[in-house]
T-cell receptor, first 113, second 114 residues
Framework: AQSVSQHNHHVILSEAASLELGCNYS??????LFWYVQYPGQHLQLLLK??????LVKGIKGFEAEFIKSKFSFNLRKPSVQWSDTAEYFC???????????FGSGTRLQVQP | NAGVTQTPKFQVLKTGQSMTLQCAQD?????MYWYRQDPGMGLRLIYY???????DKGEVPNGYNVSRLNKREFSLRLESAAPSQTSVYFC?????????????FGPGTRLTVL
């Protein structure tokens, strides 16, 4: 079955630390890839997306992600986190030609001041 | 633009009661979706509608029905609520065209079934 795995369930960092959240998927075809963020009490917002082209994509608020096709991965990175980055982060994958997204289970990031 | 709106924001039901969650979008999107969010499980797709007049089952459709009333509105109905349906429900929409599957989410409905 197609799936999306986020291996880090809960990450605690201090401000200014670097962040990398893992995302792996098991689709065999061409995919579209997304990272969404959910701040406490809010709905999901798109951080960044990859459809094609440069595998290093930049999103909002200093986040970036790298698509490594050979590893079926789309890891999210930020060089220096802030307290305001405290949120839950979801990786999502869409198989090109299909309309639905499959989400990972999410990673809760807690940034300590 | 309001984007995607959902009503109600909160609801408490007793087992066996029915209710309808409402969703509307003002972005002229073709596709609409219903997800449920449970701790540690991310978002799981319940039903989606690729276009007005069509609906399809997602990953967890049992116990739910949907209606795509028109292009703007997509409702989710629980005919006989069960405690296992306690969750946060999110509606989303997208243009649905190839290469543009960014989904826009509503604020969610927190449902508790006693």
């Amino acid at each position: 079955a197609q799936s999306v795995s986020q291996h880090n369930h809960h990450v605690i960092l201090s401000e200014a630390a670097s962040l990398e959240l893992g995302c792996n998927y098991s689709y065999g075809g061409t995919v579209n890839l997304f990272w969404y963020v959910q701040y406490p009490g809010q709905h999901l917002q798109l951080l960044l997306k990859y459809f094609s082209g440069d595998p290093l994509v930049k999103g909002i608020k200093g986040f970036e992600a790298e698509f490594i096709k050979s590893k079926f991965s789309f890891n999210l990175r930020k060089p220096s986190v802030q307290w305001s980055d405290t949120a839950e982060y979801f990786c999502a994958v869409n198989l090109v030609g299909r309309r639905a997204l499959t989400f990972g289970s999410g990673t809760r990031l807690q940034v300590q001041p | 633009n309001a984007g995607v709106t959902q009503t109600p924001k909160f609801q408490v039901l007793k087992t066996g009661q029915s209710m309808t969650l409402q969703c509307a979008q003002d972005m002229n999107h073709n596709s609409m979706y219903w997800y449920r969010q449970d701790p540690g499980m991310g978002l799981r797709l319940i039903y989606y509608s690729a276009s007005e007049g069509t609906t399809d089952k997602g990953e967890v459709p049992n116990g739910y029905n949907v209606s795509r009333l028109n292009k703007r509105e997509f409702s989710l109905r629980l005919e006989s609520a069960a405690p296992s349906q306690t969750s946060v429900y999110f509606c989303a929409s997208s243009t649905g065209t190839s290469g543009s599957l960014e989904q826009f989410f509503g604020p969610g409905t927190r449902l508790t079934v006693l």
